[in-house]
């Protein structure tokens, strides 16, 4: 009953806004202004699908690209930061002619590595098994796609075997399990899993990542510039994608109801979209936990599997400013702390409450800024992390410092934290490759999937990064996912001719 609209032009007086079938222009709506959402707008508009509308629950485009002001039109970021990697990255190949980037120049090999009772472990035995760890996960990829269980049982056997090869037998044993937990925090923090036995070794060893360069930034302007190149407006007002016009704000989407031809969208506001396509892209975390009552039938079965077995996984972010650094400026000698708890002061932070502090994986430079640490967190403490005050961050990050480095230190000032798996717009920040996907069987295919009717017309697509079947979690992902679907609804049309 519904449908009966079919046939009126354009009642966008009232708010809604209908199919126009006499001029066969079809009409799509995005669900989502991130990456994914505005790539998919800008391969359709350049296609002259122009009867489109951009729906965004926040109050601002960009999704996880998010670049906040620090100071006088300098950003930092707190979502997507790096571009990783150069060869098959197409944000990379877009923008590289036409962007200096800049780069954090940062290996993880060149961590300090500082003990939580203030004593210094030696530097050389703790980078040693941490290029063992990295070496393993770079270069045992067949072995690694062979074997059934976690990325987390992989390391430990592989990192065992080789620490008991002859030319290791001189490295310290006492302090091997705290650097575990060390390189374990960093997986943690560079997936988002709560711990790597989550993560699937096969999948893992399946993906490989872009060649090239894997902290390449977008400097002062931030990462959310990448915008100027997907609607083009980097290369000049002829070539302008005016994107922004079709983008409305504040409109959270509750409910997609579709059929066989069309699909009705409400948002949380009462308004009615009607539409011959909807692009959903908001992310899996969303999905997660709406899409009961999001979609409208249920999705299939097949989806819904995909949906809760695939990973969404969270990470943490905070930078502080600190008047004078007390690290070395220079880069060859340093780019990071990286810290290693003892049993004691473990302990004695669990007694006061100061547990989210496990979760950070380190305090890095900040490519341009010199007087930046960032933050990075990963594993189970996310939620903690995000709830706990500003006044407490800071109490408890001065405590840590002082314990590891041994000295007191001068009260660094927050700048920006980061709270993505409390914002309901996301719950979460990327997708991973876990154990549960390999068992079930699932992954970015059956996310990407696009219901279609028995004419084989596309009516519901979903993309964004967890969709891309060579790129999941990344922001280069994202892009080609949006104009993945951007394409399967130009061909459709094409086709038809
Ligand atoms: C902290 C963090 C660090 C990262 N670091 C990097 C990095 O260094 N390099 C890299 O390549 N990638 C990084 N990423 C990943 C990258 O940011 C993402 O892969 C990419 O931005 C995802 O784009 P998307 O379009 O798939 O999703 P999103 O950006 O999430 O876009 C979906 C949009 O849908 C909106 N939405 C949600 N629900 C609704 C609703 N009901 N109605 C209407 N709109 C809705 C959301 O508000 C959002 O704007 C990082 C991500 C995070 C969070
Ligand atoms: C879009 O429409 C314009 C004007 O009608 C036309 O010149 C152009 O070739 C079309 N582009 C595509 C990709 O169809
Ligand atoms: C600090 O901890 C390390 C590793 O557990 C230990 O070897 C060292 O003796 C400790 N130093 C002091 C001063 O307690
Ligand atoms: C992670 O592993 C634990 C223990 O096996 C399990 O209980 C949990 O459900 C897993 N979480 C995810 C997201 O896979």
């Known amino acids: 009953m519904y449908f009966m609209f079919y046939n009126l032009i354009f009642l966008i007086n009232i708010g809604y806004y209908l199919i126009d079938a006499e001029k066969m222009e079809p009409s799509i709506v995005i669900i989502g202004a991130g990456l994914s959402g505005f790539s998919a707008a800008a391969r359709l508009i350049e296609n002259n699908f122009t009867n489109l509308i951009v729906l965004e629950a926040e109050d601002r485009i960009g999704g996880r690209v998010h670049s906040v002001k620090y100071f006088e039109g300098n950003f930092i970021d707190n979502g997507a930061q790096w571009i990783h990697g150069e060869k098959d990255n197409i944000i990379y190949q877009i923008a590289h002619k036409y962007f200096d980037f800049g780069s954090t120049a940062f290996d993880q090999v ?56 002859p030319q290791y037998k001189k490295i310290n044993r006492q302090l091997i399990p705290v650097i575990l937990n060390s390189i374990e925090s960093d997986i943690n923090g560079y997936y988002g899993s709560k711990s790597w036995f989550n993560i699937s070794a096969k999948l893992d060893a399946k993906y490989d990542e872009a060649k090239g360069n894997q902290h390449l930034t977008w400097k002062k302007k931030g990462f959310i510039t990448v915008f100027d190149f997907i609607t083009k407006k980097a290369f000049g007002k002829s070539n302008y994608l005016d994107i922004q016009n079709k983008v409305q704000l504040n409109k959270k989407v509750v409910n997609i109801k579709y059929d066989s031809n069309e699909v009705m969208i409400t948002t949380s506001d009462g308004t009615k979209y009607f539409a011959n396509h909807v692009i959903f892209t908001a992310s899996l975390g969303v999905l997660k936990k709406y899409h009961r009552s999001l979609f409208n039938p249920n999705l299939p079965q097949y989806k819904i599997t995909a949906i809760e077995k695939n990973a969404f996984g969270a990470v943490g972010k905070f930078f502080i400013e600190f008047e004078k650094p007390f690290w070395s400026l220079d880069r060859d000698s340093f780019v990071a702390y990286s810290f290693l708890w003892n049993e004691a002061e473990k302990k004695e932070a669990i007694r006061d409450n100061r547990e989210w502090l496990f979760s950070i994986s380190g305090f890095f430079i900040v490519d341009q800024y010199p007087n930046l640490l960032e933050a990075f967190l990963g594993g189970e403490k996310i939620d903690e992390f995000e709830k706990i005050s500003n006044e407490k961050l800071i109490d408890d990050c001065v405590w840590m410092f002082e314990k590891f480095l041994g000295n007191s230190i001068a009260k660094p000032k927050l ?77 459709y049309y094409i086709e038809d001719d």
């Open 110 to 165: 060149d961590q300090t590595f500082l003990l939580s009772n203030g004593s210094k472990p030696d530097q050389n035995t703790c980078r040693k098994v941490l290029e063992i760890a990295y070496k393993i996960l770079e270069d045992d990829d067949d072995e690694m796609e062979d074997y059934e269980g976690s990325l987390g049982s992989f390391m430990l056997k592989k990192i065992y075997e080789k620490l008991n090869e």
């Open 415 to 491: 700048i920006q934290r980061t709270k993505w798996l409390n914002n309901e717009n996301f719950l979460g920040t990327y997708s991973y490759v876990s154990v549960d996907a390999y068992k079930f069987n699932v992954g970015p295919k059956d996310l990407a999937k696009t219901l279609k009717n028995s004419d084989d017309k596309p009516i519901v697509l979903f993309a964004g990064e967890a969709t891309d079947l060579k790129f999941p979690s990344y922001a280069h992902g994202a892009v080609t996912s949006g104009y993945r679907a951007a394409h399967e609804i130009i061909d």
